[in-house]
């Protein structure tokens, strides 16, 4: 296939491929970590592919130098593969219709225009940003319509050619038509119409020779073969002015719909761009890396981001990627804002995690117990699988369930907290000594032999299993909110159990 470098003005779309064929990019500009609403975005574009069998592309918008940040592209890559947004063209895959950097790009979106300066769809402006200003704080001041008021429009094309030609600094405008009306139809919104009037003259190419998101984007679409566009509500109100780009080029335009705007849990504002803190005092995520960070589990991501702003039966929530895929359609996106529900995004995320096999808990749970500093071996891990599953909704949750089983002794805790309600510290000694007595016993050291010997002693001395299970939980564990008891200490073994209750007894002799 001709690559566009060797023929950039020849028309692409369309070439070698069936008249049906979707394909759909994702289009993010590297100016900083990804958040979770571009890759709400993204998800929706995959899945229309993936549904239809077509071809899922990402492009990187990276011509405004100034915004661009080197780090954002690996975020972007790692966040799209975390969550399992593979595509078909793009960075490290290649493709017949690359580069897919707008950046190795730029001649073509110069040639392309130039080439509507010639045929009088667009124009040099060659006002300079002083009078630009000084314009818009005018015509704020006046309340009037704010936007560019055509002052090169109308120059001679001759002479503006030869000024660019001499050296002078200018943009590329395109020509809005100055009456009447455009209409384009919103797959999601159904048909939205301006007044032209409304509609400034938009800049194609800046005066550093580098295109605008628009002339870009439109350039890329069309040359890339995109069939349906998908993008951020951000940019309806560009829309329009699109339309009349693609009527200039004299190209077909392709079905377009503009996603429903992600908003904060409390659905009044736009979700921030950064961490907010909840009630309970944890700190939101936003970037897409934060909720990796987090421990949510990409599948469980998946589902629950699929239905922001989606929904297959306005009720189903739990869905396979595959059900997802199935499922899918544009018309069951709802163009009401979403509202982001971590909450629901906890619920998610727990049920999930309750369903994988004990050896995959085992290895996701594993990178975040390195990174709390436990020094957490993965055959224990693996026991302990059982006791906590019930007890976290995110893996970053489980450093502070197991944390007690891989501390060095002895653990540090309020001696007040081993005596049980209505006994003191003589009397809960007491009791600790059977105890101990009693698991220097037990053998095989197991669960249910554990219980059986446990719930004997508390029979024996007279005294309500808590009462004797509580001081056990605490000199053990550290804590009185742990995971079950008896699997705990089969989990630590003897020796640790031990070690813990002598400690236990030594500190509840000091406060006697
Ligand atoms: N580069 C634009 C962005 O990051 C792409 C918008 C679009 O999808 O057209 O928002």
């Not at 100016?31 to 229309?48: D, E, I, K, Q, Y």
């Not at 002895?410 to 101990?436: E, H, N």
């Not at 669960?447 to 009462?467: F, I, N, P, Y």
């Not at 008891?485 to 209750?501: A, D, N, P």
Request: glycine share 8%; aromatic share 8%; proline share 6%.
């Amino acid at each position: 296939m001709t690559q566009f470098h060797e023929s950039p003005l020849s028309d692409h779309a369309g070439r070698d491929r069936p008249a049906n064929t979707v394909r759909v990019r994702f289009a993010p500009s590297p100016t900083g970590p990804m958040h979770v609403g571009g890759l709400r975005s993204a998800l929706f574009n995959w899945l229309f592919a993936r549904r239809h069998k077509g071809t899922f592309i990402l492009r990187i918008e990276d011509t405004d130098r100034k915004r661009y940040e080197p780090e954002a592209l690996s975020d972007l890559l790692t966040s799209l593969r975390w969550l399992g947004l593979d595509w078909d063209e793009g960075p490290e895959v290649g493709g017949d219709y690359g580069p897919y950097f707008q950046s190795e790009r730029v001649d073509l979106y110069r040639e392309y225009a130039h080439q509507l300066v010639e045929n009088g769809h667009a124009y040099y402006c060659f006002c300079a940003p002083e009078r630009l200003a000084q314009l818009r704080e005018e015509q704020q001041r006046r309340k009037e319509f704010v936007g560019y008021d055509r002052h090169c429009r109308d120059l001679d094309p001759g002479q503006s050619v030869d000024r660019v030609t001499a050296g002078d600094t200018a943009v590329v405008r395109l020509k809005m038509p100055l009456a009447g009306q455009t209409t384009f139809h919103d797959m999601i919104r159904g048909d939205i119409t301006v007044e032209n009037s409304t509609q400034d003259d938009l800049i194609l190419l800046k005066s550093d020779g580098y295109p605008t998101y628009h002339l870009a984007n439109v350039v890329d679409d069309h040359l890339m073969g995109i069939t349906h566009i998908m993008r951020a509500d951000e940019w309806i109100s560009t829309a329009p002015r699109h339309v009349q780009l693609y009527q200039a080029l004299d190209w077909e335009m392709p079905a377009i719909a503009h996603l429903p705007v992600v908003l904060d849990p409390s659905g009044k504002g736009k979700m921030s761009k950064r961490k907010k803190a909840s009630p309970d005092g944890r700190e939101l995520p936003v970037l897409v890396r934060d909720f990796r960070a987090a421990g949510y589990l990409p599948e469980a991501m998946f589902n629950f981001l699929a239905l922001v702003g989606w929904s297959y039966d306005g009720h189903t929530e739990l869905m396979t990627m595959e059900e997802i895929v199935q499922r899918f359609s544009i018309e069951h996106i709802n163009p009401a804002p979403a509202a982001f529900n971590y909450d629901k995004l906890d619920h998610v995320n727990g049920v999930y995690l309750r369903e994988l096999g004990a050896d995959d808990l085992a290895d996701r749970m594993m990178p975040f117990l390195e990174q709390a500093g436990l020094a957490a071996d993965r055959e224990t891990v693996r026991r302990l699988v059982p006791l906590i599953r019930e007890r976290v909704k995110r893996l970053d949750e489980a450093p502070g369930v197991v944390d007690f089983f891989f501390a060095e002794e002895p653990l540090a805790y309020d001696a007040a907290l081993l005596i049980p309600k209505k006994m003191d510290a003589a009397s809960t000694r007491v009791l600790l000594g059977q105890a101990r007595a009693v698991l220097d016993e037990v053998s095989p050291f197991t669960h249910d032999l554990l219980e059986t010997a446990l719930r004997g002693l508390a029979e024996a001395m007279g005294v309500k299993s808590g009462q004797l299970f509580a001081p056990i939980r605490v000199a053990v564990c550290g804590r009185t909110v742990a995971p079950p008891l008896f699997g705990t200490l089969e989990v630590l073994g003897r020796e640790h159990v031990l070690k813990r209750l002598d400690l236990g007894l030594e500190r509840l002799r000091a406060i006697e």
